[in-house]
T-cell receptor, first 116, second 117 residues
Framework: GAGVSQSPSNKVTEKGKDVELRCDPISGHTALYWYRQSLGQGLEFLIY????????KSGLPSDRFSAERTGGSVSTLTIQRTQQEDSAVYLC??????????????FGPGTRLTVT | AQKITQTQPGMFVQEKEAVTLDCTYDTSDQSYGLFWYKQPSSGEMIFLIY??????QNATEGRYSLNFQKARKSANLVISASQLGDSAMYFCAMREGPRSSARQLTFGSGTQLTVLP
């Protein structure tokens, strides 16, 4: 079946502009995660959504970052007033939580964000 | 303190030989999960293997096995019969809490494995 998809694959933006990154999880997966991967910081958790529960936003680095998940499926990560330190690959993952099922996360190909 | 420590930034192995990638973890939770992911140069993160904290047997998936030593808090990945296509970055990750919690993963810094012909 289809995996996690993300768009755009690459985004170049000027400092101070807002950007939106999109994630389409695997159909039927209840949990959706955003991470970012940068050279100096490795893989960092940003935010996760589980079903209809309030999202866990504990990893968001500043209030310029926000995310929403509509209809329990597609998610959008928004970065306002981008800064050069926001340059990174933003990875989305999804997993399926059910009794007896594994919770391994399946990752999308990522969006490479470059802030100039 | 680091929750996941991978002390080998780079490793080399000869094709067809076995290689062990080290991972130690730190958690006070009794229930947790350990994962290994592979990231080739193309950038995708590929799930390899999972070990639950209550699993008594070491996990195996084809040529991958996880050497789980709970008392030492280590979860080393063993790749048998290395292939050129195994050259990639390998990440160890941990989920704290039970499997049903589906919480986020904490990743180590990774080990870059190069398989030599």
């Amino acid at each position: 079946g289809a995996g996690v998809s993300q768009s755009p694959s690459n985004k170049v933006t000027e400092k101070g502009k807002d950007v939106e990154l999109r994630c389409d999880p695997i159909s039927g997966h209840t949990a959706l995660y955003w991470y970012r991967q940068s050279l100096g910081q490795g893989l960092e958790f940003l935010i996760y959504f589980q079903g209809n529960s309030a999202p866990d936003k504990s990893g968001l680095p500043s209030d310029r970052f926000s995310a929403e998940r509509t209809g329990g499926s597609v998610s959008t990560l928004t970065i306002q007033r981008t800064q050069q330190e926001d340059s990174a690959v933003y990875l989305c993952a999804s997993s399926f939580r059910a009794p007896g099922q594994g919770d391994e996360q399946y990752f999308g190909p990522g969006t490479r964000l470059t802030v100039t | 303190a680091q929750k996941i420590t991978q002390t080998q930034p780079g490793m080399f192995v000869q094709e067809k030989e076995a290689v062990t990638l080290d991972c130690t973890y730190d958690t006070s939770d009794q229930s947790y999960g350990l994962f290994w992911y592979k990231q080739p140069s193309s950038g995708e993160m590929i799930f390899l293997i999972y070990q639950g904290s209550y699993d008594e047997q070491n996990a195996t998936e084809g040529r991958y096995s996880l050497n789980f030593q709970k008392a030492r808090k280590s979860a080393n990945l063993v790749i048998s019969a290395s292939q050129l296509g195994d050259s990639a970055m390998y990440f160890c990750a941990m989920r704290e809490g039970p499997r049903s919690s589906a919480r986020q993963l904490t990743f180590g810094s990774g080990t870059q494995l190069t398989v030599l012909p």
